[in-house]
């Protein structure tokens, strides 16, 4: 089992066998291609492919059960443009499209150039705006970005004074974290359908967007700020645009050398490298994409000066952790029973194997000082564990047990505790709160009885945190971190992650980059 179907089955449960059973075919059941038509396609595309609404398709859909798709058609989304069809489509009509659309479509769809192209919207070309905040903070790098995934929201909130700024839609279902420009100014999101938006925060506006996918993974900034790039599933591609108004400068087919073609797990910006770094699912290669200035003799070239380095990975690997100086790259291996490389990118070899067996969530790493060392830690997604390791010569230090599997960990360099959540099982509602010198538990909170506690954000300083109630029905908690006391909340609908400014800017040790 992967990454992927591990937590699709985890966060699922075993209703989909049930909801997947096929509906009887009789002569009088409904056509859901022609329903689709007729209701749906103004919105969600011609082939399903996606508009103002998201793509309708399985690869998009994996995370919607079919009863829950049976009751958004019924009775729509709020806050969303998705209307109620319940008086205009019957309970069976309503059925037959909820399953047809987890169903593949009949033609392998396609997105080309000229569609990317097509997709693509500049409302304020770069440079057209004011470089003046229309609003006031004391600290313009203490921002926090928050996204509601609840009804497909954005905030921007002040982290000294912990108040809202602002609050936007976003496009569906936005997945990996928003990612800043190095000043700080502009962030780019990616959506699970393809879409990249950058926005403005000074001005608080949407800049521009495009449409880099069919079904998209998550999206990268260079360091110095001049490109993004986009990692597919669907089409198996690589995308690189100019950062300043998203336009395109040039699809990579994903292809091994025997023209064996891949999905995209990930890309990475890896800053003292001057390159991407892009985790492949189906090849056993790992990508570096170079800067111009860093291209090496049998480079393949890629566009204007980047070139393609390919690296073999000892497996397939999905979801990468990097050290800080960028050279060593842990990643989760794909095979059976799991585990974990550690790939030194300079010497292109494997130099150490890590015993993993609880499906590591790699990209929810953390690292910090231990006794003069440094040390990486990482939660487990099928097992109650975080494995702590010695990085210096990569040997376990502990595995730590915990009341339940968990996705996210995070710290601060200035805390003396990192937080892991429990995010599936009975005591999802729980939070641990581990003591970074004796790696034990510390405190085991449960802010709010029933409701998943998850992802923690520090500002930039390292006194207050921001921990998610991961529910419709759910808030922001601000959270002095060191004496745990909750400081203050603010109700949001399912709020994931937080993205503090500085934190992200300056590649703080204890949070994701
Ligand atoms: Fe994520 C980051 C992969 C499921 C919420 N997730 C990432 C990253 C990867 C990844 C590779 C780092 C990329 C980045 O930030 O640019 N996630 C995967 C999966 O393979 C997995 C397990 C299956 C899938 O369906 O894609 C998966 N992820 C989820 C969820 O179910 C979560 C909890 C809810 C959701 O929104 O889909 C989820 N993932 C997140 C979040 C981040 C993330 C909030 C950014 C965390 C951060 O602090 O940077």
């Given at each position: 089992m992967n990454l992927r179907t591990a937590v699709t089955t985890l966060l699922t449960g075993g209703l989909w066998g049930l909801a997947m059973v096929a509906l009887p075919v009789t002569a009088e059941s409904p056509d859901p291609h022609m329903l689709y038509n007729q209701h749906c396609s103004a919105c969600h595309g011609v082939g399903r492919l996606g508009g103002i609404g998201p793509a309708l398709l399985p690869e998009n859909l994996s995370r919607l059960k079919p009863d829950a798709a049976r009751d958004v058609i019924r009775d729509g989304r709020p806050a969303t443009q998705m209307p109620a069809f319940g008086a205009l489509l019957d309970d069976d009509e309503v059925a037959a499209l909820a399953e047809w659309i987890h169903e593949p479509p009949e033609e392998e769809p396609t997105w080309t150039d000229d569609d990317i192209r097509a997709s693509h919207v500049v409302d304020h070309p770069y440079g057209s705006l004011p470089d003046e905040p229309v609003f006031e903070v004391e600290?313009?790098?203490?921002l926090f970005i928050v996204v509601e995934t609840g009804d497909h929201h954005v905030s921007l909130l002040d982290g000294d004074t912990f108040e809202r700024i602002e609050r936007f839609p976003s496009r569906y279902a936005l997945h990996g974290g928003p990612k800043y420009t190095p000043d700080g100014r502009y962030v780019y999101f990616g959506s699970r359908d393809g879409w990249i938006t950058k926005y403005d925060i000074y001005n608080l506006e949407v800049t521009a967007e495009v449409r880099a996918g069919i079904n998209m993974r998550n999206i990268a900034v260079s360091a110095d700020g001049r490109y993004v790039m986009a990692a597919n599933y669907l089409p198996h591609t690589l995308v690189l645009f100019d950062a300043r108004n998203l336009e395109l400068i040039a699809t990579l087919p994903v292809e091994a050398e025997n023209g064996e073609t891949s999905r995209v797990s990930a890309v990475y910006t890896a800053p003292p490298r001057n390159s991407f770094v892009a985790a492949l699912k189906d090849i056993p290669e790992i990508w570096e994409i170079r800067w111009p200035e860093q291209r090496a003799e049998g480079d393949e070239p890629l566009v204007g000066d980047f070139a393609l380095h390919r690296m073999a990975a000892p497996d397939y690997m999905d979801d990468f952790f990097f050290d800080q100086s960028y050279r060593y790259l842990v990643g989760a291996s794909r095979g059976d029973g799991g585990g974990g490389v550690v790939f030194d990118m300079d010497a292109e070899e494997t130099i150490a194997e890590l015993p993993l067996e609880g499906m590591p969530h790699l990209g929810a790493g953390t690292t910090w000082e231990l006794d003069g060392r440094r040390v990486m830690a990482i939660p487990h997604i099928d097992k109650g564990l975080v494995s702590v390791f010695d990085m210096s010569d990569w040997s376990l230090i502990t595995h730590i047990e915990t009341d339940g599997p968990g996705f996210f960990m995070r710290s601060h360099e200035n805390s003396p505790y990192v937080w892991v959540d429990v995010?599936?099982?009975?005591?999802?509602d729980r939070i641990h709160v581990i003591d970074k010198q004796t790696l034990k538990i510390a405190e085991t909170l449960t802010p709010e009885p029933g409701k998943t506690a998850a992802h923690v954000e520090f500002d930039r300083d390292g006194e207050t945190l921001l921990l998610s109630i991961w529910d419709d029905d759910g808030a922001l908690l601000r959270i002095d971190a060191e004496t745990l006391e909750e400081l203050d909340r603010m109700p949001m609908k399912k709020p994931s992650g937080k993205y503090n400014v500085w934190n992200k800017t300056q590649y703080e040790e204890g949070t994701s980059h």
């Amino acid at each position: 089992m992967n990454l992927r179907t591990a937590v699709t089955t985890l966060l699922t449960g075993g209703l989909w066998g049930l909801a997947m059973v096929a509906l009887p075919v009789t002569a009088e059941s409904p056509d859901p291609h022609m329903l689709y038509n007729q209701h749906c396609s103004a919105c969600h595309g011609v082939g399903r492919l996606g508009g103002i609404g998201p793509a309708l398709l399985p690869e998009n859909l994996s995370r919607l059960k079919p009863d829950a798709a049976r009751d958004v058609i019924r009775d729509g989304r709020p806050a969303t443009q998705m209307p109620a069809f319940g008086a205009l489509l019957d309970d069976d009509e309503v059925a037959a499209l909820a399953e047809w659309i987890h169903e593949p479509p009949e033609e392998e769809p396609t997105w080309t150039d000229d569609d990317i192209r097509a997709s693509h919207v500049v409302d304020h070309p770069y440079g057209s705006l004011p470089d003046e905040p229309v609003f006031e903070v004391e600290d313009l790098k203490n921002l926090f970005i928050v996204v509601e995934t609840g009804d497909h929201h954005v905030s921007l909130l002040d982290g000294d004074t912990f108040e809202r700024i602002e609050r936007f839609p976003s496009r569906y279902a936005l997945h990996g974290g928003p990612k800043y420009t190095p000043d700080g100014r502009y962030v780019y999101f990616g959506s699970r359908d393809g879409w990249i938006t950058k926005y403005d925060i000074y001005n608080l506006e949407v800049t521009a967007e495009v449409r880099a996918g069919i079904n998209m993974r998550n999206i990268a900034v260079s360091a110095d700020g001049r490109y993004v790039m986009a990692a597919n599933y669907l089409p198996h591609t690589l995308v690189l645009f100019d950062a300043r108004n998203l336009e395109l400068i040039a699809t990579l087919p994903v292809e091994a050398e025997n023209g064996e073609t891949s999905r995209v797990s990930a890309v990475y910006t890896a800053p003292p490298r001057n390159s991407f770094v892009a985790a492949l699912k189906d090849i056993p290669e790992i990508w570096e994409i170079r800067w111009p200035e860093q291209r090496a003799e049998g480079d393949e070239p890629l566009v204007g000066d980047f070139a393609l380095h390919r690296m073999a990975a000892p497996d397939y690997m999905d979801d990468f952790f990097f050290d800080q100086s960028y050279r060593y790259l842990v990643g989760a291996s794909r095979g059976d029973g799991g585990g974990g490389v550690v790939f030194d990118m300079d010497a292109e070899e494997t130099i150490a194997e890590l015993p993993l067996e609880g499906m590591p969530h790699l990209g929810a790493g953390t690292t910090w000082e231990l006794d003069g060392r440094r040390v990486m830690a990482i939660p487990h997604i099928d097992k109650g564990l975080v494995s702590v390791f010695d990085m210096s010569d990569w040997s376990l230090i502990t595995h730590i047990e915990t009341d339940g599997p968990g996705f996210f960990m995070r710290s601060h360099e200035n805390s003396p505790y990192v937080w892991v959540d429990v995010f599936f099982g009975p005591n999802h509602d729980r939070i641990h709160v581990i003591d970074k010198q004796t790696l034990k538990i510390a405190e085991t909170l449960t802010p709010e009885p029933g409701k998943t506690a998850a992802h923690v954000e520090f500002d930039r300083d390292g006194e207050t945190l921001l921990l998610s109630i991961w529910d419709d029905d759910g808030a922001l908690l601000r959270i002095d971190a060191e004496t745990l006391e909750e400081l203050d909340r603010m109700p949001m609908k399912k709020p994931s992650g937080k993205y503090n400014v500085w934190n992200k800017t300056q590649y703080e040790e204890g949070t994701s980059h």
